[in-house]
C-alpha cells in the first residue's frame, strides 16, 4: 500500500538540486492532493563574521529570497498544486529544517536536495541532508541530480 502524504515540506536554496527537488516535491503534492510547503531558511551564522553588519544587508537578504519563493510558489500554483505555502526563516538550517518547521506545519514528508550551495559538499551528501535524513521524524526523499550521482561514482572509483 502506498503511503498519502498531507503535507509535505520542499527546502530551497537555490541550488540545482534545490530546484530538482522542487520539481519533485510539485510532483508528489499533485499526486497526493496534499499541502505543499515551500521553506527558505537565511542561515545567520553566515552574518556574524560580517564586520559591517547592517539592516541593509538583511533587508537585502530577505528580499532577495522573497522574490525567490515567489517564483516557487508560482511554479507550483501553475503546475496544478492546489494549496501552496512559502515560508522564510531565520536560525540554523539544520534544526529548521528537520524539526521546527516540520513540528509546526505538520510536515509527513522532507524533500530536499542531495546538496546545496556549499562547493566543498557537492562531492558528498550535505551537510545539511545529512543531518535532516538522520534526524527528521517523518519520511525524508533525497532528490540528487546526474552531475551529484557522476561525482560519487568517480569518487568511489578513485
Known sequence: ???QYQHIQVSVDGSKEADLAFSEAVGIAKR?????????????????NVSSFDSAMVEQVSSDAK???EKYY????????K???FSIEFGSPKTIIAHEFPKKHNIDLIVVGATGLNAVERLLIGSVTEYVTRAADCDI???RTKEVEDALNDHKDN
Do not use: Y
Request: overall charge positive; some cysteine.
Open 32 to 48: 497526493n492532493g496534499a499541502t505543499l510547503e515551500i521553506l527558505h531558511v537565511i542561515d545567520t551564522r553566515s552574518f556574524q
Open 67 to 69: 522574490n525567490k519563493m
Open 74 to 81: 508560482d511554479r507550483a500554483t501553475k503546475a496544478g498544486v
Open 141 to 143: 526523499l533525497v532528490c
Open 1 to 3: 500500500m502506498l503511503k
Open 83 to 85: 494549496e501552496v505555502h
